[in-house]
Protein backbone atom coordinates (compact mmCIF):
# COMPACT_ATOMS: atom_id res chain seq x y z
CA UNK A 1 0.00 0.00 0.00
CA UNK A 2 1.35 3.53 -0.71
CA UNK A 3 2.23 5.91 2.23
CA UNK A 4 1.15 8.73 0.32
CA UNK A 5 -2.52 10.15 0.38
CA UNK A 6 -4.91 8.34 -1.35
CA UNK A 7 -5.71 9.02 -4.88
CA UNK A 8 -9.43 10.00 -6.03
CA UNK A 9 -10.91 10.10 -9.41
CA UNK A 10 -12.12 13.33 -8.27
CA UNK A 11 -8.51 14.64 -7.72
CA UNK A 12 -8.06 13.03 -11.15
CA UNK A 13 -10.02 15.92 -12.50
CA UNK A 14 -13.05 13.60 -13.19
CA UNK A 15 -16.10 14.54 -11.24
CA UNK A 16 -19.42 13.19 -12.49
CA UNK A 17 -21.33 14.77 -9.87
CA UNK A 18 -20.87 18.20 -11.62
CA UNK A 19 -21.18 16.33 -15.09
CA UNK A 20 -24.20 14.06 -14.60
CA UNK A 21 -26.34 16.97 -14.28
CA UNK A 22 -26.05 18.39 -17.91
CA UNK A 23 -26.96 15.08 -18.82
CA UNK A 24 -29.95 14.87 -17.25
CA UNK A 25 -30.62 18.15 -18.57
CA UNK A 26 -29.71 17.47 -22.32
CA UNK A 27 -31.69 14.05 -21.94
CA UNK A 28 -34.69 15.96 -20.89
CA UNK A 29 -34.21 18.46 -23.77
CA UNK A 30 -33.72 15.85 -26.41
CA UNK A 31 -37.05 13.91 -25.21
CA UNK A 32 -39.46 16.80 -26.23
CA UNK A 33 -37.82 16.22 -29.56
CA UNK A 34 -39.15 12.68 -30.10
CA UNK A 35 -42.36 14.10 -31.38
CA UNK A 36 -40.64 14.91 -35.00
CA UNK A 37 -40.38 10.70 -35.46
CA UNK A 38 -44.21 10.91 -35.95
CA UNK A 39 -43.61 13.09 -39.34
CA UNK A 40 -41.65 10.12 -40.68
CA UNK A 41 -44.23 7.35 -39.43
CA UNK A 42 -41.86 5.80 -36.36
CA UNK A 43 -41.62 6.33 -32.56
CA UNK A 44 -39.34 6.26 -30.06
CA UNK A 45 -39.11 3.61 -27.59
CA UNK A 46 -39.48 5.57 -24.36
CA UNK A 47 -37.91 2.82 -21.93
CA UNK A 48 -34.96 3.56 -24.37
CA UNK A 49 -34.11 6.85 -22.78
CA UNK A 50 -31.33 7.36 -20.09
CA UNK A 51 -30.11 3.80 -21.36
CA UNK A 52 -26.55 3.24 -23.05
CA UNK A 53 -28.31 3.41 -26.70
CA UNK A 54 -31.74 4.84 -28.23
CA UNK A 55 -33.91 2.83 -29.64
CA UNK A 56 -36.32 4.14 -32.65
CA UNK A 57 -39.36 1.91 -33.92
CA UNK A 58 -39.18 1.56 -37.56
CA UNK A 59 -42.23 -0.79 -38.12
CA UNK A 60 -40.60 -3.96 -38.51
CA UNK A 61 -38.01 -4.06 -36.23
CA UNK A 62 -35.96 -1.59 -34.37
CA UNK A 63 -33.11 0.64 -35.28
CA UNK A 64 -30.46 1.65 -31.78
CA UNK A 65 -27.45 3.99 -32.05
CA UNK A 66 -24.62 5.26 -30.07
CA UNK A 67 -21.68 7.70 -30.28
CA UNK A 68 -18.74 7.26 -27.43
CA UNK A 69 -15.58 9.26 -27.16
CA UNK A 70 -12.52 7.31 -26.31
CA UNK A 71 -11.54 9.66 -23.45
CA UNK A 72 -7.66 10.05 -22.72
CA UNK A 73 -6.45 6.47 -23.14
CA UNK A 74 -4.70 8.30 -26.53
CA UNK A 75 -2.39 10.14 -23.89
CA UNK A 76 -1.04 6.92 -22.30
CA UNK A 77 -0.13 5.45 -25.76
CA UNK A 78 1.40 8.20 -26.73
CA UNK A 79 3.88 8.38 -23.98
CA UNK A 80 4.42 4.97 -24.37
CA UNK A 81 5.22 5.64 -27.88
CA UNK A 82 8.16 8.04 -26.92
CA UNK A 83 8.90 5.59 -24.05
CA UNK A 84 9.45 2.27 -25.98
CA UNK A 85 9.35 3.41 -29.93
CA UNK A 86 5.92 0.93 -30.22
CA UNK A 87 2.74 2.06 -32.23
CA UNK A 88 -0.23 1.15 -29.70
CA UNK A 89 -2.51 2.49 -31.77
CA UNK A 90 -4.28 -0.79 -33.23
CA UNK A 91 -5.23 -1.10 -29.61
CA UNK A 92 -6.45 2.11 -29.08
CA UNK A 93 -8.38 1.64 -31.96
CA UNK A 94 -10.42 -1.18 -30.51
CA UNK A 95 -10.86 0.67 -27.70
CA UNK A 96 -13.13 3.11 -29.77
CA UNK A 97 -15.35 0.57 -31.37
CA UNK A 98 -15.65 -1.10 -27.72
CA UNK A 99 -16.97 2.45 -26.41
CA UNK A 100 -19.49 2.30 -29.30
CA UNK A 101 -20.47 -1.36 -29.55
CA UNK A 102 -20.18 -2.38 -26.00
CA UNK A 103 -22.95 0.38 -25.37
CA UNK A 104 -25.08 -0.55 -27.94
CA UNK A 105 -25.11 -3.89 -27.49
CA UNK A 106 -27.18 -3.35 -24.17
CA UNK A 107 -30.26 -2.93 -25.82
CA UNK A 108 -30.57 -6.17 -27.73
CA UNK A 109 -28.98 -4.98 -30.95
CA UNK A 110 -27.08 -6.01 -33.27
CA UNK A 111 -24.13 -3.79 -34.38
CA UNK A 112 -24.53 -3.39 -38.01
CA UNK A 113 -22.38 0.14 -38.93
CA UNK A 114 -19.46 1.85 -37.43
CA UNK A 115 -18.58 5.14 -38.35
CA UNK A 116 -14.71 7.06 -37.07
CA UNK A 117 -14.62 10.31 -36.26
CA UNK A 118 -10.59 11.33 -35.31
CA UNK A 119 -10.30 14.74 -34.71
CA UNK A 120 -6.46 15.64 -34.71
CA UNK A 121 -4.53 19.14 -33.49
CA UNK A 122 -3.08 19.38 -36.81
CA UNK A 123 -2.94 17.71 -40.28
CA UNK A 124 0.80 16.19 -39.12
CA UNK A 125 -0.83 13.51 -36.86
CA UNK A 126 -1.68 12.53 -39.92
CA UNK A 127 1.79 12.10 -41.28
CA UNK A 128 3.01 9.94 -39.19
CA UNK A 129 2.75 6.36 -41.38
CA UNK A 130 3.46 3.91 -38.52
CA UNK A 131 0.62 5.52 -36.28
CA UNK A 132 -1.80 6.16 -38.40
CA UNK A 133 -1.75 2.96 -39.74
CA UNK A 134 -1.90 0.96 -36.96
CA UNK A 135 -5.48 2.91 -36.27
CA UNK A 136 -6.44 1.90 -39.35
CA UNK A 137 -5.32 -1.68 -39.12
CA UNK A 138 -6.62 -1.93 -35.39
CA UNK A 139 -10.26 -0.04 -36.53
CA UNK A 140 -10.91 -2.47 -39.42
CA UNK A 141 -10.12 -5.60 -37.07
CA UNK A 142 -12.00 -4.66 -34.56
CA UNK A 143 -14.59 -4.23 -36.91
CA UNK A 144 -14.35 -7.61 -38.23
CA UNK A 145 -14.58 -9.05 -34.60
CA UNK A 146 -17.92 -7.36 -34.26
CA UNK A 147 -19.20 -8.34 -37.59
CA UNK A 148 -19.75 -4.66 -38.68
CA UNK A 149 -19.35 -2.66 -41.43
CA UNK A 150 -17.14 0.50 -41.36
CA UNK A 151 -18.78 2.81 -43.05
CA UNK A 152 -17.07 6.21 -43.08
CA UNK A 153 -15.95 9.03 -41.00
CA UNK A 154 -14.71 12.41 -40.27
CA UNK A 155 -10.32 13.22 -39.63
CA UNK A 156 -10.89 17.13 -39.00
CA UNK A 157 -7.70 18.97 -38.05
CA UNK A 158 -8.62 21.02 -35.28
CA UNK A 159 -5.54 23.49 -34.79
CA UNK A 160 -6.36 25.38 -31.65
CA UNK A 161 -8.80 22.89 -30.02
CA UNK A 162 -7.09 19.91 -30.12
CA UNK A 163 -3.87 19.93 -28.74
CA UNK A 164 -1.12 19.64 -31.45
CA UNK A 165 0.20 16.08 -31.46
CA UNK A 166 -2.62 14.79 -30.28
CA UNK A 167 -6.13 13.31 -31.36
CA UNK A 168 -9.83 12.81 -30.18
CA UNK A 169 -11.52 9.95 -31.01
CA UNK A 170 -14.70 8.78 -31.34
CA UNK A 171 -17.00 6.28 -33.16
CA UNK A 172 -20.80 5.88 -33.82
CA UNK A 173 -22.34 2.60 -34.33
CA UNK A 174 -26.13 1.88 -35.79
CA UNK A 175 -27.59 -1.50 -35.24
CA UNK A 176 -30.71 -3.38 -35.69
CA UNK A 177 -32.87 -5.10 -33.10
CA UNK A 178 -34.54 -7.93 -35.12
CA UNK A 179 -36.63 -9.87 -34.55
CA UNK A 180 -38.15 -7.37 -32.16
CA UNK A 181 -38.22 -9.24 -29.42
CA UNK A 182 -34.61 -9.26 -28.68
CA UNK A 183 -34.84 -5.78 -27.55
CA UNK A 184 -33.55 -5.45 -24.14
CA UNK A 185 -34.26 -2.08 -21.73
CA UNK A 186 -35.30 -3.85 -18.65
CA UNK A 187 -39.37 -4.20 -18.86
CA UNK A 188 -38.52 -7.94 -18.30
CA UNK A 189 -35.80 -7.65 -15.47
CA UNK A 190 -37.38 -8.93 -12.35
CA UNK A 191 -36.92 -10.74 -8.71
CA UNK A 192 -35.47 -14.21 -9.23
CA UNK A 193 -33.34 -12.92 -12.34
CA UNK A 194 -29.49 -14.21 -12.19
CA UNK A 195 -26.98 -11.64 -13.09
CA UNK A 196 -24.15 -13.05 -15.00
CA UNK A 197 -20.53 -10.92 -15.43
CA UNK A 198 -18.22 -10.86 -17.41
CA UNK A 199 -14.29 -10.51 -17.77
CA UNK A 200 -12.83 -6.93 -18.17
CA UNK A 201 -9.73 -7.30 -20.37
CA UNK A 202 -8.03 -4.43 -18.28
CA UNK A 203 -9.04 -1.52 -16.95
CA UNK A 204 -10.91 -0.92 -20.57
CA UNK A 205 -11.31 3.10 -21.34
CA UNK A 206 -12.88 4.41 -18.21
CA UNK A 207 -10.51 5.68 -15.34
CA UNK A 208 -7.86 6.55 -17.44
CA UNK A 209 -7.24 10.18 -15.97
CA UNK A 210 -6.79 8.39 -12.51
CA UNK A 211 -4.55 6.09 -13.70
CA UNK A 212 -2.30 8.63 -15.36
CA UNK A 213 -2.30 11.09 -12.46
CA UNK A 214 -1.49 7.49 -10.35
CA UNK A 215 1.34 7.19 -13.17
CA UNK A 216 3.32 10.62 -11.54
CA UNK A 217 3.57 8.98 -8.18
CA UNK A 218 5.57 5.88 -9.92
CA UNK A 219 9.39 5.52 -9.45
CA UNK A 220 9.29 4.52 -13.41
CA UNK A 221 6.31 6.22 -14.38
CA UNK A 222 4.41 4.18 -17.49
CA UNK A 223 7.78 1.88 -17.12
CA UNK A 224 7.21 0.32 -13.42
CA UNK A 225 6.72 -3.47 -13.32
CA UNK A 226 3.54 -4.50 -11.92
CA UNK A 227 4.82 -8.01 -12.88
CA UNK A 228 7.37 -9.33 -14.35
CA UNK A 229 7.89 -8.42 -18.04
CA UNK A 230 4.90 -6.35 -18.00
CA UNK A 231 5.13 -2.67 -16.87
CA UNK A 232 2.33 -0.07 -16.09
CA UNK A 233 1.84 1.25 -19.50
CA UNK A 234 1.83 -2.33 -21.52
CA UNK A 235 -1.18 -3.34 -18.67
CA UNK A 236 -3.52 0.20 -19.05
CA UNK A 237 -3.09 -0.08 -23.09
CA UNK A 238 -4.86 -3.98 -23.63
CA UNK A 239 -7.99 -3.19 -25.66
CA UNK A 240 -11.18 -3.30 -24.16
CA UNK A 241 -13.00 -6.51 -24.92
CA UNK A 242 -15.51 -6.55 -27.50
CA UNK A 243 -19.25 -8.21 -26.45
CA UNK A 244 -21.21 -8.32 -28.85
CA UNK A 245 -19.82 -11.77 -30.08
CA UNK A 246 -20.88 -13.12 -26.73
CA UNK A 247 -24.91 -11.31 -27.54
CA UNK A 248 -25.02 -12.80 -30.73
CA UNK A 249 -24.04 -15.52 -29.47
CA UNK A 250 -27.05 -15.88 -26.67
CA UNK A 251 -29.62 -15.02 -29.30
CA UNK A 252 -28.41 -17.88 -31.52
CA UNK A 253 -28.70 -19.92 -28.42
CA UNK A 254 -32.06 -18.94 -27.58
CA UNK A 255 -31.26 -17.06 -24.39
CA UNK A 256 -32.78 -13.38 -24.67
CA UNK A 257 -31.55 -11.34 -21.75
CA UNK A 258 -33.87 -9.48 -19.79
CA UNK A 259 -31.30 -6.87 -19.28
CA UNK A 260 -27.61 -5.48 -20.08
CA UNK A 261 -25.34 -3.33 -18.50
CA UNK A 262 -21.83 -2.04 -19.88
CA UNK A 263 -19.38 -1.43 -16.71
CA UNK A 264 -17.78 1.71 -17.45
CA UNK A 265 -17.87 4.99 -16.04
CA UNK A 266 -19.69 4.70 -12.38
CA UNK A 267 -17.80 1.14 -12.18
CA UNK A 268 -19.91 -1.32 -10.79
CA UNK A 269 -22.67 1.40 -9.62
CA UNK A 270 -23.94 0.54 -13.20
CA UNK A 271 -25.56 -2.39 -12.29
CA UNK A 272 -28.16 0.15 -10.68
CA UNK A 273 -28.84 1.77 -14.03
CA UNK A 274 -32.40 0.89 -15.03
CA UNK A 275 -35.25 2.72 -13.01
CA UNK A 276 -36.97 0.10 -11.16
CA UNK A 277 -36.83 -0.26 -7.39
CA UNK A 278 -34.75 -3.80 -7.12
CA UNK A 279 -31.58 -5.17 -5.00
CA UNK A 280 -28.83 -6.63 -6.89
CA UNK A 281 -27.04 -9.06 -4.21
CA UNK A 282 -23.76 -9.93 -6.06
CA UNK A 283 -22.18 -13.19 -3.84
CA UNK A 284 -19.26 -13.85 -6.47
CA UNK A 285 -17.01 -11.24 -7.14
CA UNK A 286 -14.67 -12.09 -9.90
CA UNK A 287 -10.96 -11.45 -9.43
CA UNK A 288 -9.09 -8.22 -10.49
CA UNK A 289 -6.89 -7.99 -13.14
CA UNK A 290 -3.72 -7.33 -12.28
CA UNK A 291 -3.44 -3.75 -13.81
CA UNK A 292 -6.39 -2.98 -11.58
CA UNK A 293 -5.55 -4.45 -7.87
CA UNK A 294 -2.60 -1.97 -8.55
CA UNK A 295 -4.22 0.78 -9.20
CA UNK A 296 -6.29 0.07 -6.23
CA UNK A 297 -3.33 -0.41 -3.98
CA UNK A 298 -0.63 2.17 -5.15
CA UNK A 299 -3.70 4.68 -4.89
CA UNK A 300 -4.30 3.84 -1.31
CA UNK A 301 -7.98 3.16 -2.53
CA UNK A 302 -10.87 1.45 -0.52
CA UNK A 303 -13.38 -0.88 -2.41
CA UNK A 304 -16.18 1.29 -2.29
CA UNK A 305 -14.08 4.00 -3.94
CA UNK A 306 -12.19 1.28 -6.37
CA UNK A 307 -15.60 -0.54 -7.13
CA UNK A 308 -17.06 2.93 -7.71
CA UNK A 309 -14.93 4.29 -10.14
CA UNK A 310 -13.61 0.92 -12.42
CA UNK A 311 -14.66 -1.89 -13.79
CA UNK A 312 -12.55 -4.22 -11.22
CA UNK A 313 -12.07 -7.04 -13.50
CA UNK A 314 -16.02 -7.36 -14.39
CA UNK A 315 -16.34 -5.54 -17.44
CA UNK A 316 -20.20 -6.27 -18.97
CA UNK A 317 -23.12 -7.44 -16.73
CA UNK A 318 -25.86 -9.33 -18.05
CA UNK A 319 -29.29 -10.26 -16.38
CA UNK A 320 -30.83 -13.49 -17.30
CA UNK A 321 -33.75 -15.72 -15.71
CA UNK A 322 -32.63 -18.35 -13.28
CA UNK A 323 -32.58 -21.15 -15.71
CA UNK A 324 -30.74 -19.20 -18.07
CA UNK A 325 -27.78 -18.50 -16.24
CA UNK A 326 -25.47 -21.14 -16.20
CA UNK A 327 -25.82 -21.31 -20.16
CA UNK A 328 -25.50 -17.42 -20.22
CA UNK A 329 -21.63 -18.20 -18.63
CA UNK A 330 -20.79 -20.81 -20.97
CA UNK A 331 -21.28 -19.12 -24.13
CA UNK A 332 -19.52 -16.35 -22.90
CA UNK A 333 -16.94 -18.68 -22.20
CA UNK A 334 -16.92 -20.75 -25.26
CA UNK A 335 -16.72 -16.65 -26.98
CA UNK A 336 -13.35 -16.45 -25.12
CA UNK A 337 -14.46 -14.12 -22.48
CA UNK A 338 -14.10 -15.96 -18.68
CA UNK A 339 -17.87 -15.04 -17.12
CA UNK A 340 -19.27 -15.69 -13.40
CA UNK A 341 -23.06 -16.43 -12.42
CA UNK A 342 -22.42 -13.57 -9.69
CA UNK A 343 -25.59 -12.70 -7.85
CA UNK A 344 -29.64 -12.43 -7.77
CA UNK A 345 -32.14 -9.75 -8.64
CA UNK A 346 -34.65 -9.66 -5.45
CA UNK A 347 -37.79 -7.38 -4.51
CA UNK A 348 -36.92 -4.51 -2.37
CA UNK A 349 -34.98 -1.01 -2.22
CA UNK A 350 -33.17 -0.12 -5.08
CA UNK A 351 -29.53 -1.11 -4.17
CA UNK A 352 -26.37 -2.86 -4.80
CA UNK A 353 -25.08 -5.08 -2.70
CA UNK A 354 -21.49 -6.69 -3.07
CA UNK A 355 -21.60 -8.79 0.07
CA UNK A 356 -18.07 -10.48 -0.20
CA UNK A 357 -16.77 -6.61 -0.03
CA UNK A 358 -19.41 -5.67 2.08
CA UNK A 359 -20.15 -2.82 -0.18
CA UNK A 360 -23.81 -1.13 -0.61
CA UNK A 361 -24.69 1.27 -3.29
CA UNK A 362 -27.88 2.75 -3.16
CA UNK A 363 -29.95 4.77 -5.93
CA UNK A 364 -28.80 7.98 -4.53
CA UNK A 365 -24.95 6.75 -5.90
CA UNK A 366 -25.83 7.09 -9.17
CA UNK A 367 -28.13 9.98 -11.53
CA UNK A 368 -28.22 9.26 -15.02
CA UNK A 369 -31.61 9.97 -15.73
Not at 54 to 74: Q, R
Not at 160 to 171: C, N, Q, T, Y
Not at 179 to 184: D, F, G, N, T
Not at 227 to 248: D, I
Amino acid sequence: MTSQAPLTYDQAGVNYDLIDPLKITAQRAAAATASHLAGHGFSEVKASRGESAYVVDVGPFYIASIVECLGTKTLVADEMARLTGRSFFGSIAQDTIAMAVNDLITVGATPLVVQAYWAAGGSDWFGDAQRAQALVAGWKAACDTCQVAWGGGETPALAGIVEDGRIDLAASCTGLINPKERLSVGDKLGAGDAIVLLASSGIHANGLSLARKLAERLPNGYLTEIEPGLSYGEALLAPTALYSPVTEALWKAGIAPHYCANITGHGWRKLLRHPSSLTYRIRTVPPKTAVLDFIQKQAGQDDREAYSTLNMGAGFAIFVKAGDAERTAQVARDCGIQAWVAGTVEAGEKQLLIEPLNIRFSEDDLHLR
